[in-house]
């Protein structure tokens, strides 16, 4: 009896039910640039990827501007709202909103116009002196 209890919690079970579980973590690929970054399922990809200085286009952050429309290659996702701001046609065609979309699993994600913060230039005109 003393094994299979021993068993249990090698399997990663919890240690006392009073400490809550971490939420669980899944890696996300952004294409074409190859850039990573890691979503926990209580967080939603737009606000993982501005974690990790990754700037998806958005706007209201609710479902309804389209603006951080993206295509989803692989992975699957919930939805923090009933119906986002997508036709049957377009979820159907792999599109999906990760303004209100959080990670189930691994993904890999489409979105071109991602910017990485940590890799812009300073604007023109930025104080930069030359000459």
């Given at each position: 009896m003393d094994h299979a209890h021993d068993a249990a919690e090698d399997s990663g079970a919890p240690s006392s039910p009073a400490s809550p579980a971490a939420p669980a973590v899944h890696a996300v690929e952004l294409h074409p640039q190859g850039w990573r970054f890691d979503a926990p399922?209580?967080?939603?990809?737009?606000?993982a990827a501005l974690d990790h200085g990754l700037r998806l286009p958005h706007s209201c952050r609710n479902g309804t501007c389209r603006a951080c429309i993206a295509k989803l290659v692989s992975g699957r996702i919930d939805y923090r709202i009933e119906w986002p701001g997508l036709s049957r046609e377009e979820k159907d065609e792999g599109w999906i909103l990760p303004c209100v979309a959080c990670a189930r699993s691994d993904l890999v994600l489409?979105?071109?116009?991602?910017?990485?913060?940590?890799?812009?230039?300073?604007?023109?005109?930025?104080?930069?002196?030359s000459g």
């Open positions: 399922e209580n967080e939603t990809l737009l606000l489409d979105q071109p116009q991602t910017i990485n913060l940590f890799d812009v230039p300073p604007p023109p005109g930025s104080g930069v002196k």
